[in-house]
């Protein structure tokens, strides 16, 4: 399993950005997958989830009506549209898949919100 998390960077409070997360070694279609993001000095927390079909989204409090979750399963990859940017959402960003069991992370993606 692997996924690898892009689209990074930094970006000024009210600004937008686009992650992706390209995933392979599993059959991606099948599975929930989800973004999450580590902020300095504090725990991961989940950010947002998405069914296998993409039907269905859910979000965190925080980020509600700014972030946009989607996949497409034909190119294996999972997205994760940020709007409205506020430094508190400056992190880490990583895309997980729960697969036979066991949790697998990208190595993440840093996303920095300032002036």
């Known amino acids: 399993v692997q996924l690898v998390e892009s689209g990074g960077g930094l970006v000024q409070p009210g600004g937008s950005l686009r992650l992706s997360c390209a995933a392979s070694?599993?059959?991606?279609?099948?599975?929930?997958m989800s973004w999450y993001r580590q902020a300095p000095g504090k725990e991961r927390e989940l950010v947002a989830a998405?069914?296998?079909?993409?039907?269905?989204?859910n979000y965190a409090d925080s980020v509600k009506g700014r972030y946009t979750m989607s996949r497409d399963n034909a190119k294996n990859t999972e997205y994760l549209q940020m709007n409205s940017l506020k430094p508190e959402d400056t992190a880490v960003y990583y895309c997980?898949?729960?697969?036979?069991?066991?949790?697998?992370w990208g190595k993440g993606t840093l996303v920095t919100v300032s002036s």
């Open positions: 997980k898949v729960r697969f036979n069991g066991m949790n697998y």
């Open positions: 070694g599993f059959t991606f279609s099948r599975y929930i």
């Open positions: 998405i069914t296998s079909a993409g039907g269905i989204t």
